[in-house]
């Protein structure tokens, strides 16, 4: 037997990874399933208990309400912001990182992203509403130039959200510039195109997949998030906070589950607009 997959590389592949996605296949894909086939039943309003039954009761509600039409326009709206704001902030110290640093230098500055991510999502939120309260940080600077602190709301939630998943933007960035060879940048730079035509012309449109890589974890991060928004969103409602209330103090699993879709569906449709590009070939 033991021969027999030594000769047969892709069956020996096949065992070795049957286990992981066997599990991916129960957990995630079971969990998805669920979630769908619980979104088309009902809660009896007298008594609390689900009903087993098919109906699209609970998307008429969803289509036809407007505030669940304001709440997933502005869930996405935050999504975008946090999005662009990542871009725009990882792109120059992803490219700084891959094209100004020694090897030695840059694995120190992979590390320095990093370390973010190994404290607690909690702490770090919970340390952006100190910032950013009344008497906070942010507070305390801009005063003296007669401004105030954003308080708190969607603009605190889009700074505490752009922190939490910067990371996530700049390593993919950063691995993409990484493979950018430097020869297409000094061709550039013989041929008398400036810094500008450079960065448009042959940086940018190559960088381009990996950026929207990036884009792929802080969209959907953002998108399905809503800690942060209990934190520092003050009374801002996202989609996320529409399914925990409906899981925890409205007790309407099924409603929960179908307004959990909405994100689902649209994560969808940007992952398959994402493949277009050859994104998801660089993750």
Known sequence: MSAYLRRTPRLRLGILLSAPLAWLGVAYLGALVALFVTAFWS???FTGRVVVGWSLDNFATLARDAVYRTITVRTVGVAVIVTLVDAVIAFPMAFAMAKFTSRRTQRLLVIAVMTPLWAS???????WRSMLS??????????PVGLDGPGYGLPATVITLSYLWLPYMILPIYAGLDRLPDSLLDASGDLGARSVRTFLSVVLPLALPAVIAGSIFTFSLSLGDYIAVKIVGGTSQLLGNVVYDNIGAANNLPFAATVATVPVMIMLVYLAAARRTG????L
């Open 43 to 45: 809660t009896d309003v």
């Open 121 to 127: 999502y909690l702490v770090k939120a919970d340390a």
């Open 134 to 143: 009344g008497n906070g940080v942010l507070h305390w600077l801009l005063a």
């Open 279 to 282: 994104a998801v070939d660089t």
